[in-house]
């Protein structure tokens, strides 16, 4: 019976989506009905935490992944680039300064 219903909860909802509390209501609800022991219902509610998390990490990878090349078809510049970017437009500038002042002073 316990094998029977962990084969339903992972099929018939979405593992990542449950909270624990959920998870815990639901292996109470299978407990008060009779149909698992409390010990049965321990082992349901850690494997289905462990599901939920394990599944939670891999959305969580794959989102990351399909972000990054998202942003990499639109050739959006990275924080990074624009601060590398940055750095080069003062340095002009601090160049352009030097230059101005230098004839400024020939002038003189």
């Known amino acids: 019976m316990f094998d029977l219903i962990k084969k339903a909860m992972f099929t018939g909802i979405g593992v990542a989506s449950l909270t624990k509390e959920k998870i815990e209501e639901i292996a109470a609800d299978f407990i008060h009905k009779g149909n698992l022991?409390?010990?049965?219902?321990?082992?349901?509610?850690?494997?289905?935490?462990?599901?939920?998390?394990?599944?939670?990490?891999?959305?969580?990878?794959?989102?990351?992944?399909?972000?990054?090349?998202?942003?990499?078809?639109?050739?959006?510049?990275?924080?990074?680039?624009?601060?590398?970017?940055n750095q080069a437009i003062q340095i002009l500038r601090q160049k352009i300064e030097v230059l101005e002042s230098q004839m400024a002073a020939k002038k003189d």
């Open 37 to 85: 022991t409390e010990n049965e219902g321990r082992k349901l509610v850690d494997e289905l935490m462990k599901k939920s998390e394990d599944s939670q990490e891999e959305i969580k990878k794959q989102l990351e992944t399909l972000v990054h090349a998202t942003l990499e078809k639109m050739q959006v510049a990275r924080l990074s680039q624009i601060d590398e970017i």
